[in-house]
């Protein structure tokens, strides 16, 4: 997994912005129903937002980045996976994602994006609309791009390159990807290494794909973690970097 149970996004809470988040419960086309979090800013939203878990689904961490990007003006959605597979909605510490991560298809994970998109949509078609996700759920942003949702952009932390369950590794679905990619990786993360990430960049230039691929040195696999209090920095960076890609703002070198 990604995050302990007790770990939280390390971005400051933004008082008074009047955001506030409820679990709902969305309806994927085949009928399934899966639980989701939906943030909402205090006034009406400036974008939207669909937020893909790591493995481990919907679990708290990923509720209280819903709201920060509510504080931020966005509109987000978080959604689990496990809908088809898990007994319950329990996803703590003690939930055994993995058999339920390798029963997840392609499909499933379709549907349950599309009925995410629709929800962060409802009532809204002239804002942009960015994925964002982390380990699995970073590669599961990438590929959204691949699937004519008419995304804005979509944004990976440290996603993993390994075909695993519903995730197939970037690198052969690249040059498939319609919008802008925004990477965001630790240099010390040994599952991630420079070369792939070098690829990875050289067939999305090849492609015509806009991207900023940012490594930061040093930093492991899961640093955007408030706990992670070394990589304050570059968890702060990263945060700045999502906001100004939403924007549409032009990069900073790291």
């Not at 599952?191 to 990875?200: K, R, V, Y």
Request: charged residues 25%; contains cysteine.
């Amino acid at each position: 997994m990604c995050f302990d149970d007790d770990s939280r996004p390390p971005i400051p809470i933004a008082e008074g912005t009047g955001a506030r988040g409820e679990d709902i419960r969305l309806q994927a086309s085949d009928g399934t129903e899966f639980m989701a979090y939906l943030a909402v800013p205090g006034s009406g939203p400036e974008g939207l937002v669909v937020i893909l878990p790591d493995v481990r689904g919907l679990h708290q961490f990923y509720k209280e980045l819903a709201l920060r990007f509510a504080e931020s003006g966005k509109r987000a959605v978080a959604l689990d996976y496990f809908a088809r597979t898990a007994p319950s909605d329990d996803r703590s510490e003690a939930f055994e994602y993995m058999p339920h991560v390798m029963e997840m298809t392609p499909e499933s994970f379709g549907m349950d994006l599309r009925a995410s998109v629709d929800k962060a949509r409802e009532g809204i078609s002239d804002l942009q609309l960015f994925t964002v996700g982390f380990c699995y759920g970073g590669s599961l942003s990438f590929w959204s791009g691949t699937q004519h949702l008419g995304l804005a952009g979509v944004v990976g932390f440290y996603a993993g390159f390994a075909a695993r369950g519903a995730r197939r590794s970037p690198l052969d679905y690249a040059a498939e990807i319609e919008c802008p990619v925004l990477g965001l990786f630790g240099g010390a993360d040994e599952s991630i290494p420079q070369e792939t990430l070098d690829q990875f960049k050289e067939k999305l230039d090849a492609a015509g794909v806009p991207n900023e691929i940012v490594v930061y040195p040093g930093a492991p696999h899961s640093f955007f973690d408030r706990k992670a209090t070394d990589f304050a920095q570059e968890s702060a960076d990263a945060w700045m970097r999502v906001q100004g890609f939403m924007a549409g703002r032009q990069p900073v070198a790291v």
